[in-house]
């Protein structure tokens, strides 16, 4: 089995800045690709950004130019850096990452529980 956990959310203002952290734990050979979603209320669950394990990344077009993706391999750890942050950023963001558990197993999505950001304009 494999963990998420993430950390880092919080209340801020808009214009602020938060860093949120997400540490995968468990049987793990490989991990592909992470990324982070989030679900605003009464929204759908949205892609902001994805990270290929090779840096690769695709961001949603409305965090383009004000977040940052970035990931330990060493560490498991994936790490997204938040700036600018306005009103609507506010959500519930969940880490995801493709995770190989065996070098001859197959690939299963894993999700951490979700972490609430809220931004107050």
């Known amino acids: 089995q494999v963990q998420l956990v993430e950390s880092g959310g919080a209340l801020v203002q808009a214009g602020g800045s938060l860093r949120l952290s997400c540490a995968a734990s468990?049987?793990?050979?490989?991990?592909?690709?992470m990324g982070w979603y989030r679900q605003a209320p009464g929204k759908q669950r949205e892609l902001v950004v994805i990270?290929?394990?090779?840096?690769?990344?695709n961001y949603a077009d409305s965090v383009k130019g004000r977040f940052t993706i970035s990931r330990d391999n060493a560490k498991n750890t994936v790490y997204l850096q938040m700036n600018s942050l306005k009103a609507e950023d506010t959500a519930v963001y969940y880490c995801?990452?493709?995770?190989?558990?065996?070098?001859?197993?197959?690939?299963?999505?894993?999700w951490g529980q979700g972490i609430q950001v809220t931004v107050a304009s």
């Open positions: 990270i290929s394990s090779g840096g690769g990344t």
């Open positions: 995801n990452a493709l995770v190989k558990s065996t070098d001859w197993g197959a690939e299963y999505v894993y």
């Open positions: 468990g049987q793990i050979s490989r991990i592909n690709r």
